[in-house]
């Protein structure tokens, strides 16, 4: 259970939630990658994007000087010192127009002769300026008084000297052009020209403005190295390969951006996953489930009944062999088995569904009486138990306690079944042969069918001589049938209770052992039908009776048929061939049957009962009352005659038994049909049974059955009441 919850839980929940964080993370770590990769790239870019600036920067500040200093005005308005000029138009202007920070005009001596600061306040002092512009001041005037024009062209009139300097503090790009004729018409001696010092500082607007143009945030001047790492920086060198300062700014990182925007998407991908995984979870657990139920239930059924759902003859011999396979030498263990007394009978009679829930009732109370052994159903009405420790007394109890359980009514229907068992026990200690077991078991069983049903017996060792006797019996019956010799035919005389008169005989079989004896037919017609020889013994009695009859014209004879004699095919015909080769007249002829053969008129023997009484051939209920369709049954099945059984008739003296006589009299009666009570020995009986009304009485009483010549010769002047001897034992 612990472990089918765990699974459960684990196919469900553990799983699921694995595998979405497995895939997700892997996504989600790709996407990182993938986000740093591009960021880099990006950064690099960025980075390049402010080098190539600072660069455009520094020759857009000479280009911008340019646009004033190569000009013929003012080289003349410079060398005259035209203050308001030069402010006007290499000062004040090229603050205005290009955003240049301060601007100064040098004479040739390198003095300056103008200065202008945009910002009044913070304004240079002209130490600090002489600091960042001398140098490159003096280099200029070198190249110029050299001579040197390289790096000029179409785009850049005039050399000039440009780099990153301090001007005290403040870092700043200083450019030096020389204020030169754009015509060539003013004149001036090389290295006598005058100079124009253009200043942009890095740490004002600029930043601020180039961060604008190119997109960078934040970007800003520092002179030391960043250590945020959420910044990027490029060093800034000057012209001499030395890092001047850095800028730095807050990089535009594309990857991280599309990270952050697929983050929320990312989580929707891992719930989604998730609740998908886990319903795929839940569906493959109950797909599971069903299927190791329908495993289970599999299994169950190949070893279980399908009906009482106790376990069937396979698990049971499993089970037997298993324990007895395993028993310790002091381990006990008991084997039971059961057999449902006339349970064939009441299936006959009700039908298969009422046979069939019969079954399962019994299965039910068998395993409330016995709940801790193991129980199959191993046939029809048979089943057998399996205990596990159990000595001869206990033993003994159990069958005692299974015969009486089984004994009470189960009711079906409304109707009140009354069943019986009879129970075969066999024990054993220690290791031993299960089928020894079982053996034994049933044969104990048998002993206790033998001694009247509704029984239990325990096997003991004589048992096997008795089995062995049983045998020797069944050998001689089978060798009697054949031959045809030892099966003799007695008659009972029935007498008219009304006028007292014989009117019939019924034929008995008996078998004359040749060293047994007579044997009683209740032992060996069970016998017979179960070796299939009772057709045979049925035959040899009609036989018997058609060719007695034939010598006695006035009265009728029955002869009693079970119920595998008349289900054969042509039993019908048989009956006719014989009765005409006796010459006899097909109405001298009843046939006794039991309950159990009653049958619907569309089946096989309810065609054959139809021919014979269409040919005139009477039919008797024999034992009426014993089986369980009495009253409804006869409703439907077309007979001539109940013969009461004698059961009912030794109980006459009691009131209950009197009134079912009484209704089965009715019964009969309102239906038309004749009355024979059975089993009449005493005098009180017989008046009783005349007094109710009965038509025919039978019984010790009157006559007990007699040989055939005694038959014979006893018909010839037989009256009720002249009490004759028996001439044989019955
Ligand atoms: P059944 O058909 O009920 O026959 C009546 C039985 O009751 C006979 O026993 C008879 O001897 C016995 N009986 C009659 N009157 C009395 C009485 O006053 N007191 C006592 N205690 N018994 C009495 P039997 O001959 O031993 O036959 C036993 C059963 O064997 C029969 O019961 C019948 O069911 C069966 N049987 C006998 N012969 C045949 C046969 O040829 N074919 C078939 N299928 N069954 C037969
Ligand atoms: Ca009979
Ligand atoms: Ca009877």
Redesign the pocket.
Same mark, same amino acid.
């Given at each position: 259970m612990i472990m089918q919850l765990q699974s459960q839980w684990f196919l469900r929940w553990v799983l699921p939630a694995c595998a979405s964080f497995v895939l997700c993370g892997l996504l989600f770590i790709s996407l990182s990658w993938a986000a740093a990769r591009s960021d880099e790239v990006a950064v690099l870019r960025q980075r390049d994007l402010v080098t190539l600036t600072v660069a455009k920067l520094k020759a857009g500040i000479a280009h911008d000087q340019e646009s004033a200093t190569v000009w013929d005005d003012a080289v003349r308005n410079a060398r005259a010192a035209n203050i308001e000029w030069i402010d006007a138009n290499l000062g004040s202007w090229m603050h205005s127009y290009f955003g240049h920070d301060t601007a100064l005009v040098l004479t040739s001596d390198l003095v300056p002769l103008y200065q202008f600061s945009a910002d009044v306040d913070f304004a240079p002092t002209t130490g600090d300026l002489r600091g960042a512009y001398l140098p490159l001041a003096e280099t200029l005037r070198t190249r110029l008084t050299a001579g040197d024009t390289e790096g000029t062209g179409d785009k850049i009139l005039s050399i000039g000297e440009t780099d990153l300097s301090y001007v005290g503090f403040r870092p700043a790009i200083v450019s030096v052009k020389p204020i030169v004729s754009d015509t060539g018409d003013v004149e001036q001696a090389a290295g006598s020209e005058m100079l124009h010092v253009a200043v942009r500082f890095l740490d004002g607007d600029l930043p601020t403005v180039i961060g604008k143009e190119y997109e960078f945030s934040e970007l800003q001047f520092s002179a030391k190295r960043p250590r945020d790492r959420n910044l990027a920086f490029v060093p800034l060198k000057g012209r001499d390969g030395e890092i001047f300062g850095y800028f730095e700014w807050k990089p535009f990182r594309p990857g991280h951006h599309v990270l952050e925007a697929t983050t929320p998407a990312l989580i929707l991908a891992f719930v989604a996953l998730f609740a998908g995984s886990s319903l795929a979870g839940g569906a493959i657990w109950r797909r599971t489930e069903r299927l190791a139920a329908s495993r289970a239930e599999l299994s169950h059924q190949a070893s279980h009944d399908a009906l009482t759902g106790l376990a069937n003859r396979a698990r049971f011999n499993e089970e037997l062999n298993r324990q007895l396979r395993e028993a310790s030498d002091d381990e006990r263990h008991t084997v039971l088995f059961v057999d449902l007394d006339r349970f064939k009978a009441v299936n006959d009679t009700f039908g298969h569904p009422v046979g069939d829930k019969l079954i399962s009732l019994a299965a039910a109370r068998m395993r409330d009486l016995i709940p801790e052994a193991l129980i199959a159903r191993i046939g029809g009405d048979e089943f057998t138990i399996l205990l596990q420790g159990d000595d001869a007394l206990v033993a003994e109890e159990l069958a005692d306690t299974l015969v009486h359980g089984l004994k009470a009514p189960f009711e079906i229907e409304t109707a009140h079944v009354v069943i019986g068992a009879s129970v075969g026990v066999a024990f054993t200690r220690g290791p031993c042969d299960p089928a020894e077991l079982t053996r034994k078991a049933d044969i104990a069983l048998y002993h206790a069918k033998a001694a009247g049903r509704n029984t239990y017996a325990i096997f003991g060792d004589h048992m096997d001589e008795l089995l062995r006797k049983r045998r020797a019996l069944e050998n001689d019956l089978r060798s009697a049938v054949e031959t045809c010799s030892q099966i003799e !035919? @007695?008659y009972?005389p029935v007498f008219s209770a009304s006028n007292g008169k014989l009117c019939s005989l *019924? #034929? +008995? #079989?008996?078998w004359n052992h040749p060293t047994l004896g007579y044997i %009683?037919?209740?032992q060996f =017609?069970p016998l017979a039908e179960e070796m299939g020889l =009772?057709r045979e013994?049925?035959s040899l009695?009609l036989e018997d009776a058609c060719r007695t009859l034939a010598e006695l014209p006035e009265i009728t004879v029955a002869?009693? #048929? %079970?119920a595998r *004699?008349l289900e054969a095919p042509g039993y019908a015909l048989r009956v006719l061939a014989t009765l005409a080769r006796s010459n006899l007249r097909p109405d001298r002829l009843e046939i *006794?049957m !039991?309950e159990s053969a009653t049958t619907d008129n569309d089946s096989e023997l309810g065609r054959t009962i139809s021919t014979l009484r269409a040919a005139g051939v009477r039919f008797a209920i024999? $034992?009426f009352g014993t089986g369980y369709s009495s009253f409804s049954r006869v409703q439907r099945v077309e007979i001539d005659r109940i013969?009461i $059984?004698?059961s009912f008739v030794d109980e006459m003296h009691r009131s209950d038994s009197r009134a079912l006589v009484v209704a089965m009299i009715d019964m009969a009666r309102a239906k038309g049909l004749k009355i024979t009570a059975?089993?009449?020995?005493t005098a009180e009986q017989r008046e009783a049974l005349e007094r109710l009304g009965c038509d025919d009485l039978?019984? @010790? +009483?009157l006559s007990?059955?007699l040989p055939r010549e005694a038959a014979i010769a006893y018909v010839s002047g037989a009256t009720l009441g002249s009490v004759k001897p028996t001439l044989r034992p !019955?």
């Open positions: !035919t @007695f009972q *019924e #034929a +008995l #079989a008996r %009683s037919p209740d =017609i =009772i013994i049925g009695v002869v009693n #048929a %079970s *004699e *006794e !039991t024999d $034992d013969k $059984d004698k059975e089993g009449v020995e039978q019984g @010790f +009483l007990r059955p !019955t």
